[in-house]
């Protein structure tokens, strides 16, 4: 059965940082591309991150360029989200994604809060 285990979220003041990781069970991470999503409170979700299988291409939001970046750590079977120079507007409940055998898997959440 696969699952998907989000980490990391918390609460930063701007201009801070945070990594998440996405840890999956059941599944193969690597082979399969990832996204990160966020959903801020009366917004919809919204695609943040997406990283190739194999580390194959890394794609980025322009509302996160140069502050986020996606990795692979393949021997943990975990995606991460390392987030630099946060701002308010990042607040959010942040998911991982991934698609196997034509269905989607999600992560429960973690919850990024970014404020004075």
């Known amino acids: 059965q696969v699952q998907l285990v989000e980490s990391g979220g918390g609460w930063v003041q701007p201009g801070g940082s945070l990594r998440l990781s996405c840890t999956a069970t059941?599944?193969?991470?690597?082979?399969?591309?990832t996204k990160w999503y966020r959903q801020a409170p009366g917004k919809e979700r919204e695609l943040v991150a997406t990283i190739g299988k194999f580390y194959s291409y890394t794609n980025l939001a322009d509302s996160v360029k140069g502050r986020f970046t996606i990795s692979r750590d393949s021997a943990q079977n975990t995606v991460i989200l390392q987030m630099n120079s946060l701002k308010p507007e990042d607040t959010a409940v942040y998911y991982c994604n991934t698609k196997k055998d034509d269905t989607d898997h999600w992560g429960q959440g973690a919850q990024v809060t970014v404020s004075s």
């Open positions: 059941g599944m193969l991470l690597a082979i399969y591309r």
